[in-house]
C-alpha cells in the first residue's frame, strides 16, 4: 500500500467518483481497491474472495444445525440421546453435560428466558413433562393478561 510521505495516509485514487485506496489482501497477496469509506472501518484488507472463505470456516459447524422451531441442533447419531434422524437439541446436551448422565426422554428442558439460541446452563431447567406445560401456562395467562391491560 502507498503512504503519502507528510500525513501517513494512503494515497487514494478517484474512479467512477469515488476514492479508493489499493491495499494487498494478507491472505492471497492479490491488491485490491478499498473505498475510502471502509477503509478506515475495516479492521482486515481480505479481497471478496478470501473473506468468504475466512467467514465460513470461522461460523461454520457442519455438524450443527438450525432446527426451524429455533432450537440449535447437533448430529451425533452415536449418542443415546438422539433422534431418529441422528439429532440433538444443544440444549439437552449442555443439560447431559452439566448433569453428568444422559437425560431421559420424559425429562424436558425449559430455557428461562425464552430463548431458544440461549444455551447457558444458567439458564436452563429440567421439568417434568406436566411441570413444563404448567409453567408455559401460566406465562401465556401472564402474557395475554397484560395485552388486553
Known sequence: MRVSSKKRKPLFTKINGQYYAKVNCPDCGREHPVSHKNYYRMKSFRCIKCSQVYSAKKHRDPN??????????????ENPMANARGLIDEHRLVMAKTLGRSLKSSEHVHHIDGDKTNNNSKNLLILSKSEHHRLHGTIQEK???YATA
Open 64 to 77: 450443527r444445525t438450525y432446527h426451524r422451531g429455533g432450537y440449535i441442533q447437533y448430529y451425533r447419531p
Open 143 to 145: 402474557e395475554k393478561r
